[in-house]
């Protein structure tokens, strides 16, 4: 079965960059986008974008565009999420997910329950 995990989390500075993968293991097919979902202490859980597998084309929630960017490497199963400007309040766990199947009249799915296997996650903090 399909495993996804991601990596690159830790501490960093208001303003600083960083780069967060998620390494896709024991697929027979690929998916057709995976997506990244972030999720702060005490709250729900917050669609930030994803990428279509088949193509690269990629979509973003409003409040994240212009600072964070989502890339594939097809050859190592792999997505990345750069994020850029960090703030205090991108602290949270940050979770990617396949999507396997497309939303029925737009392809990419913004709700968790588009999704259908889960990383374990990997929190940011962001503080000075």
Known sequence: HVQLVE?????????DSLTLSCVASGR???SFATGWFRQALGKEREFVGTIKWGGGGTYYSDS?????TISRDNAKDTIY?????????????YYCADQDTPVTGRGFGTEWNHYDTWGQG??????S
């Open 7 to 15: 990596s690159g989390g830790g501490s960093v500075q208001p303003g």
């Open 81 to 93: 999420l750069h994020m850029n400007d960090l703030k205090p309040e991108d602290t949270a766990v």
């Open 122 to 127: 990997t929190q940011v903090n962001v503080s």
């Open 28 to 30: 027979t097919l690929r």
């Open 64 to 68: 994240f565009k212009g600072r964070f």
